[in-house]
């Protein structure tokens, strides 16, 4: 059964469709790739996140060599973390910007949340962001946290890194974090899936020509197929639990459709998400959207069902 979207939904949907076109509109006009990077960093996080409820604290530190925001709801548990990983392709997004999905996050599930500043593309491709969220979590062991007390989350390309960080994980020995929360994650960086063309245009937040861009600067050659890249050809086997949360309309739709099902037959327990009528990281704006708030308690119960 379809649900239909709320009216603030509805709404809101068409007031981000218009300041959307307006930020691809100009990332198309530059002519360099490079001339593209500073017109994504500077248009888009003018009017998305920076928002952090007086209930929280937070906090300024540095976690595995890099500056990390924590976000503390006043009574939360001090031994147990969120490590937190902010979109924007890899080539931009900042703390600053997911400031409101990751304080949603926090207060939601009543967690201590870390938003990690890892490094970005092109100045620093693949791996330096896999690297900065292995060194992040690390970090948090070294601080006596439990690995099974510790929950990687993120949205787009941080959804991706959250999950692409689990191979980087096994590979290196150290345990496995309680559970992963992959918010509309980008999962295949080869941009093959067929959602990418279908939902082109249908995507109010992300083209097919931004995907490239933010691809080939990560990528910077590489195999694009390398699970800590696209963590959709990893090895699922022993994989954490896994909720996966995508808009119907998305791009992504189709990659996130088939990690699920890949972790599934793998013996992982996922749980995926498909909402209609939302768009790429609905999830930021929970004080407005019900299908918001909707979406922030599915990710609080998985996380007290498996932490």
């Known amino acids: ?46 009017e998305i996140g920076s928002l952090v409820p007086g209930d929280c604290r937070v906090e300024e530190s540095e976690l595995g060599g890099r500056p990390v925001t924590w976000i503390r709801p006043v009574d ?22 997911s400031r409101n999905s990751a304080s ?20 620093y491709p693949y791996p330096a962001a896999i690297q900065d969220a292995m060194n992040a979590y690390e970090g948090l062991l070294r601080q006596k946290y439990q690995a099974k007390q510790i929950v990687l989350a993120g949205e787009s390309a941080g959804g991706g890194l959250a999950l692409a960080s689990v191979f980087a994980l096994k590979k290196a020995g150290l345990p496995l974090p309680g559970a992963i929360i992959g918010l509309s994650p980008w999962c295949d960086l080869t941009l093959d899936n067929i959602t990418v063309q279908a939902n082109n245009g249908k995507d109010i937040m992300v083209t097919a020509d931004f995907l490239n861009l933010a691809a080939d600067l990560y990528a910077a050659g590489q195999d694009r197929t390398e699970a800590c890249m696209s963590p959709l050809f990893g090895d699922f086997a022993g994989y954490p639990p ?3 949360q995508v808009a119907a309309e ?40 019900p299908e918001s708030r909707a979406a922030l308690d599915k990710i609080a119960a998985f996380i007290r069902r498996h932490t």
């Open 1 to 46: 059964m379809v649900c239909l979207p709320s009216i603030p939904a509805v709404m809101l949907h068409g007031l981000i469709k218009v300041r959307m076109e307006k930020v691809n509109q100009a990332i198309r006009q530059a002519e360099t790739p490079a001339e593209k990077v500073d017109c994504y960093r500077r248009e888009l996080p003018v």
């Open 76 to 97: 939360a548990p001090v031994d147990r973390a969120i490590l937190y990983l902010h979109g924007g392709g890899y080539i931009g997004g900042s703390v600053q910007y």
């Open 104 to 123: 949603d996050l926090a207060r939601s599930c009543n967690w201590p949340l870390a938003s990690l500043d890892y490094r970005l593309a092109p100045e």
């Open 242 to 244: 896994l909720l996966l």
């Open 250 to 289: 998305e791009l992504l739709l189709g990659e996130v459709i088939a990690l699920a099902n890949k972790a599934k037959h793998s013996g992982v327990d996922v749980e995926l998400d498909i909402f209609d009528g939302m768009w790429h990281v609905w999830q930021s704006l929970n004080e407005l959207v």
